[in-house]
């Protein structure tokens, strides 16, 4: 394809464009994965903490791949959706000492924690404590995480009776704070 002389510096331009965008977006990428931190801030610990609680429920929030029966749930969902309104009676990974036993042996020793389960119960925002370990201290720091029951994956009757609509949508909250 021909291009007249005064065409070319239009090209040129075009590229650089382009180019400088798809740079940018790398790097506000890069920028938006990873906490830029100096190590003087006060706040580190507890950016660090809040990571810590983070990740542990976004490794929660996995389908395990370990598993000898396939699952289309996660193990944080399958605690959700066996919860009854105070204990799980019925779970695809065990009950409410399950899900504290996964929290508790992925974040050090000298943390403690609480978690609460968040939903509209069909009047308004309801939060029921599920397990806590004390009160949370000035340095809590808190991380969501949102899991989606479908009626199909709903195990007690208590999801199915709550509000009587699916699908439902309850943010499991996680405060952890150092002792």
């Given at each position: 394809?021909?291009?007249?002389?005064?065409?070319?510096?239009?090209?040129?331009?075009?590229?650089?464009?382009?180019?400088?965008?798809?740079?940018?977006?790398?790097?506000?990428?890069?920028?938006?994965?990873?906490?830029?931190?100096?190590?003087?801030?006060?706040?580190?610990?507890?950016?660090?903490?809040?990571?810590?609680?983070?990740?542990?429920?976004?490794c929660?929030?996995?389908?395990?791949?370990?598993?000898?029966?396939?699952?289309?749930?996660?193990?944080?969902k399958?605690?959700?959706?066996?919860?009854?309104?105070?204990?799980?009676?019925?779970?695809?990974?065990?009950?409410?000492?399950?899900?504290?036993?996964?929290?508790?042996s992925?974040?050090?020793?000298?943390?403690?924690?609480?978690?609460?389960?968040?939903?509209?119960?069909?009047?308004?925002?309801q939060?029921?404590?599920?397990?806590?370990?004390?009160?949370?201290?000035?340095?809590?720091?808190?991380?969501?995480?949102?899991?989606?029951?479908?009626?199909?994956?709903?195990?007690?009757?208590?999801?199915?009776?709550?509000?009587?609509?699916?699908?439902?949508?309850?943010?499991?909250?996680?405060?952890?704070?150092?002792?």
């Amino acid at each position: 394809m021909h291009f007249p002389e005064g065409d070319k510096g239009q090209i040129y331009t075009m590229e650089g464009i382009v180019a400088s965008v798809i740079l940018l977006s790398v790097l506000l990428f890069i920028i938006q994965a990873n906490s830029i931190v100096t190590p003087q801030t006060e706040r580190l610990v507890d950016m660090k903490l809040y990571e810590r609680a983070s990740d542990t429920l976004t490794c929660m929030d996995r389908n395990d791949a370990d598993s000898t029966i396939w699952s289309t749930m996660s193990s944080l969902k399958s605690y959700v959706a066996g919860w009854n309104g105070s204990t799980v009676t019925y779970g695809v990974q065990g009950n409410v000492t399950g899900l504290d036993s996964a929290i508790r042996s992925m974040l050090p020793e000298h943390v403690q924690y609480s978690v609460s389960f968040i939903y509209y119960n069909g009047t308004g925002r309801q939060e029921c404590p599920v397990i806590v370990h004390g009160k949370p201290a000035d340095n809590s720091v808190v991380s969501s995480r949102l899991v989606t029951l479908n009626e199909g994956d709903a195990m007690s009757d208590y999801w199915k009776n709550v509000n009587k609509r699916f699908p439902q949508v309850v943010e499991v909250k996680l405060t952890c704070w150092y002792l």
